[in-house]
């Protein structure tokens, strides 16, 4: 709550805003928590109780009361696609935390009524059918009910979309359509598309046939970008790297970005990645960046962060778990090591989007070619996205060149599917997070969103602290998971590292950027499975109220509504919250499963008495524990 009744003190070092009465986790070891913070001219000035705050409220000092809540460091989420998604957000409807099918229809059936004619419904995103109560996907038939005569495109996942009969016409889809490389158009009696497309393996068959949709012009691009960044605050985001990506062309689709650093109206900062989009040019498209512009250009608002995640097509696997793994084609090598060289030598870093671990080794290979040269290690800051198979001895490889790591929560989406490809010892480790950590490299955590995973980092934060995925299956075992204070960690100090900007962000101390957000519930304390549910109540960059709800509602800034008035974010808001009063049988769900997990223990110890047989490497709810051996 504002407070009043304060009497101003403080003529010089005042502070533009203090927040007390809060249980702050800084993040810093020299003085890990704290009850009060004042911020000036965008950077802590003090962190303490309230009483050392007395000396920083002047007659301009806003003063906040936390009302004993939890106060984290801004998050910063290490693969966000958060520039292509502000360009499209008011025109998805989302489906991320509705909880069943039947919802989700309703929903649809519903937009599609208020679609003008010549526009598309599209979910796109941030949910999987294992959230759902039906535990499916939607049928052709289904979409063909709730929307007859307007276009919907319904992805999943990196796997497949689906299509009604409207869309496919306004798609463009035929008998005659020929099949794309890498992709499937599943068709029926007479070579009709039935309106299922899957990626086999390859998604840019879903990608394309997305990009058929109707786009914004660019007044509504800032609008959507303004409200996407504001539904990113609502869950303490304050700061992100943006990973590029397909269809994200420099510089046209970076424009609304950079218009809105120069009016000052991001209200999450933004450290960018070049992606190269034409196979067959990147080493043009390269030389002619690094030529122009240098990494930590920009400011503490908007900056350029490197290259990739893709630095050439050939060199980049494919992560539709429901595929076979893709054999990468022989001698991409020469190409992508043209590429690496131009970038080391010209002071570049770099992210490389790797899934498994036979591109990992190839490219290390190549690395350890060019440190023979004294390219690795140099300084360049570099790192690999996604490693959900990575081995051990490619992570003392990873140590040894100076790299870095950044892992996203693609299985809390994906990992029932990983499971039944690879097994659930694999499933285990993937990616081996506790690894990683404990041959002290940078891990960041982020989401990947927001074609497969939800922009929700708390959901991120669950499956980093509990091993569920959204369908609350458990897969990852207590070796492979980490305590809450770590994965905030990896959403906030990892993430600063990851952009060089460890000395300025991602704890709470003098001098770093006052970025912090005041939380709806204690992320250290909160029962598991109430942690996905967390929003934040106050979001603050820079000293910047960006997000307000609950007490502190009216304290933010305005935005815009949101154009076009038809739009799904108009009418349905962003990501579904969800009513927590259930939570407490989901509590009472998870003691019976570790009930299970102790009688697994007595099957371990009948196992190794001889008195039941050996069987079952699978580790979930009444399996054994990959991290217990026999």
Not at 22 to 41: E, F, L, M, N, Y
Not at 524 to 550: D, K, N, Q
Request: charged content about 20%; overall charge negative; hydrophobic content about 40%.
């Amino acid at each position: 709550m504002p407070v009043g009744g304060l009497v101003p003190r403080a003529t010089e070092n005042a502070a533009d805003l203090v927040v007390r009465n809060a249980k702050i986790h800084t993040g810093d070891p020299s003085r890990p928590a704290a009850q009060a913070i004042a911020v000036r001219d965008g950077r802590v000035l003090a962190v303490g109780d309230d009483h050392d705050m007395a000396g920083h409220v002047g007659p301009a000092t806003r003063v906040v009361d936390a009302l004993g809540r939890r106060m984290v460091p801004g998050l910063n989420d290490s693969h966000l696609h958060v520039i292509r998604g502000g360009l499209n957000y008011v025109l998805e409807l989302r489906w991320d935390g509705v909880p069943s099918l039947r919802e989700g229809l309703s929903l649809l059936r519903e937009q599609a009524a208020r679609t003008p004619k010549g526009q598309w419904v599209r979910v796109v995103g941030g949910w999987s059918a294992e959230q759902f109560a039906e535990r499916r996907l939607p049928t052709v038939a289904e979409l063909n009910a709730a929307a007859p005569d307007t276009p919907v495109f319904v992805l999943h996942l990196y796997q497949s979309a689906v299509l009604n009969r409207a869309a496919l016409r306004a798609a463009g889809f035929t008998r005659d359509t020929p099949e794309p490389r890498g992709g499937q158009i599943v068709r029926g009696r007479g070579g009709e598309p039935t309106g299922m497309l899957l990626a086999a393996p390859s998604a840019l068959i879903l990608y394309s046939t997305l990009a058929k949709a109707p786009v914004l012009d660019g007044e509504d691009k800032k609008a959507s970008t303004r409200h996407f960044l504001r539904e990113l605050n609502r869950f303490g985001l304050t700061s992100a790297i943006d990973a590029a990506g397909g269809f994200q062309n420099f510089p046209d689709n970076y424009a609304t970005v950079v218009d809105l650093a120069k009016a000052g109206q991001l209200s999450l900062r933004i450290a960018y990645h070049l992606f190269p989009q034409t196979a067959g040019q990147e080493i043009a498209d390269l030389t002619r960046w690094v030529e122009t512009a240098r990494p930590e250009d920009g400011d503490e608002w908007l900056r350029l962060n490197g290259a990739g995640e893709n630095l050439t097509w050939a060199a980049a696997d494919f992560e539709n778990f429901a595929q076979p793994r893709p054999e990468l084609a022989s001698g991409y090598e020469a190409e992508f090591e043209k590429a690496v060289r131009l970038l080391m030598e010209n002071g570049w870093g770099f992210r490389l989007h790797a899934t498994y671990d036979e591109t990992i080794r190839r490219d290390l290979a190549v690395f350890e070619r060019l440190a023979a040269e004294g390219l690795f290690p140099s300084g360049n800051r570099w790192l690999f996205d996604h490693a959900e198979t990575v081995t051990e001895d490619s992570l003392d490889r990873i140590a040894a060149l100076g790299g870095a790591l950044s892992v996203q929560n693609r299985l809390s989406f994906q990992g029932e599917a990983f499971a039944r490809r690879y097994g659930i010892g694999a499933a285990a480790a993937a990616p081996p997070i506790r690894a990683m950590l404990e041959r002290g490299l940078t891990v960041g955590a982020g989401t990947d969103a927001t074609r497969v995973s939800t922009y929700n980092p708390w959901v991120a934060l669950h499956w980093l602290v509990s091993g569920r995925t959204v369908g609350n299956v458990l897969v990852r075992p207590p070796c492979n998971r980490v305590d809450r204070r770590t994965a905030l960690a990896m959403f906030t100090t990892a993430g600063a590292e990851l952009t060089g900007e460890q000395d300025v962000k991602g704890v709470l101390r003098p001098g770093y950027l006052g970025d912090f957000a005041v939380l709806s519930e204690d992320c250290l304390t909160v029962p598991e499975p109430v942690i996905p549910h967390i929003e934040s109540l106050l979001t603050v960059v820079g000293g910047r109220i960006v997000y307000a709800a609950g007490e502190y509602e009216g304290l933010d800034e305005e935005l815009p509504p949101v154009t076009p008035a038809w739009s799904p974010v108009a009418h349905f808001g962003g990501y579904r919250s969800a009513d927590t009063a259930h939570l407490g049988g989901v509590r009472q769900a998870e003691l019976i499963g570790e009930a299970v997990g102790e009688a697994g223990e007595h099957l371990r110890w009948r196992v190794r008495r001889g008195l039941a047989p050996q069987g079952g490497d699978a580790y979930g709810d009444g399996f054994l524990d990959p991290c217990v051996s026999l």
